[in-house]
T-cell receptor, first 113, second 116 residues
């Protein structure tokens, strides 16, 4: 049973514009959320995270928004750059010492020049 | 910081043989390491969680006797695929969590296993 869902398998965006990636979750026990970026045949790279006590976290071009009541989070990348073309995974942890991560299926982002 | 390496990056083996994959945290101590498997165009599937000095905890459906995990030190975990079969061919990725750190896991580059 997929507890973390990324319903958009792909996203195409023009260079310089904003990329918005969405993620929904079903487990109300999830307490900590992370975004990872992955290139083919490589391991995921940690991008940004957010605790459930916050609704926004920003790091450079990346901002993650959390709407706990809707069980929804999003990643904004602005401005999008060609190097951002990759697969982005949303992940969630149960918190309280549960360090396992549940991953979404991923969204492939293509940044067009 | 937070660099994780994996070795080998790819391996081809014959059916029935065993393969060992190493995962090392290079610049931090990892109290917990995780092993994942990724099928083409799919998400990462957690196979097991290992804490240094204790037995690994396997996810439901993962055969512990087939996928042997050893977390011998704070910087090294190994995954041994025993009696490999073609259906074990996959991309195996490890991750590590810093001791005393948060929930972030830092991933290795992955190992492509092909069983012929």
């Amino acid at each position: 049973d997929q507890q973390v869902k990324q319903n958009s398998p792909s996203l195409s965006v023009q260079e310089g514009r904003i990329s918005i990636l969405n993620c929904d979750y079903t487990n109300s026990m999830f307490d900590y959320f992370l975004w990872y970026k992955k290139y083919p045949a490589e391991g995921p790279t940690f991008l940004i995270s957010i605790s459930s006590i916050k609704d926004k976290n920003e790091d450079g071009r990346f901002t993650v928004f959390l709407n706990k009541s809707a069980k929804h989070l999003s990643l904004h990348i602005v401005p999008s750059q060609p190097g951002d073309s990759a697969v982005y995974f949303c992940a969630a942890s149960g918190g309280a010492g549960d360090y396992k991560l549940s991953f979404g299926a991923g969204t492939t982002v293509t940044v067009r020049a | 910081g937070a660099v994780v390496s994996q070795h080998p990056s790819w391996v081809i083996c014959k059916s029935g043989t065993s393969v060992k994959i190493e995962c090392r945290s290079l610049d931090f101590q990892a109290t917990t390491m995780f092993w994942y498997r990724q099928f083409p165009k799919q998400s990462l599937m957690l196979m097991a969680t290992s804490n240094e000095g204790s037995k690994a905890t396997y996810e439901q459906g993962v055969e512990k006797d087939k996928f042997l995990i050893n977390h011998a030190s704070l910087t090294l975990s190994t995954l041994t695929v025993t009696s490999a079969h073609p259906e074990d061919s996959s991309f195996y990725i490890c991750s590590a969590r810093r001791g005393g750190g948060g929930y972030e896991q830092y991933f290795g580059p992955g190992t492509r296993l092909t069983v012929t």
